[in-house]
């Protein structure tokens, strides 16, 4: 069984999500169903239907976050520390071509996050910046070709 690394954060969200989804969600889509199979042929009811759907999804979300909290291995953010770049640091990055500062933390699979700065270790641009430090010029390959950085700062906590 292979651990998940993710902050406390991320852990907490899943939680949160995993907690909505028992107490509130399949409840609701459960009385759906009810209400829906009162109203006679299921055969053609696209109410019933929806909801089933809807009851699929939530059950399928329940199972994947219990799978991904089970196997999650929390890293305590606020205790790193370091010059280099490593899971949990947050990085500014200076492109080479406009100068524009981009600043991203580097955190799990799922718990990533573009618009909020949080980018998944997995993805090219945190692989590149593992084991970098600032000052370190950085080469992402991306698919519209690759692009040059500059690490300006790495930061924890």
Known sequence: M?????TADGLRSLEDELKTLKSTERPAVIRAISEAREHGD???????HAARERQSFIEGRITELEDIISRADVIDVSKLSG????FGATVTLADEDTDEEQTYQIVGVHEADLKAGRISIS???AR???GK?????????????????????????
């Open 2 to 6: 292979e651990k998940v690394p993710m």
């Open 42 to 48: 299921l055969s053609e009811n696209a109410e019933y």
């Open 83 to 86: 010059d280099s770049v490593r």
């Open 123 to 125: 993805s090219p641009i």
């Open 128 to 130: 590149a910046l593992i």
């Open 133 to 157: 430090s600032a000052g370190d010029t950085v080469e992402v390959k991306a698919p519209g070709g690759s692009k040059f950085y500059e690490v300006v700062t790495v930061r924890y906590g």
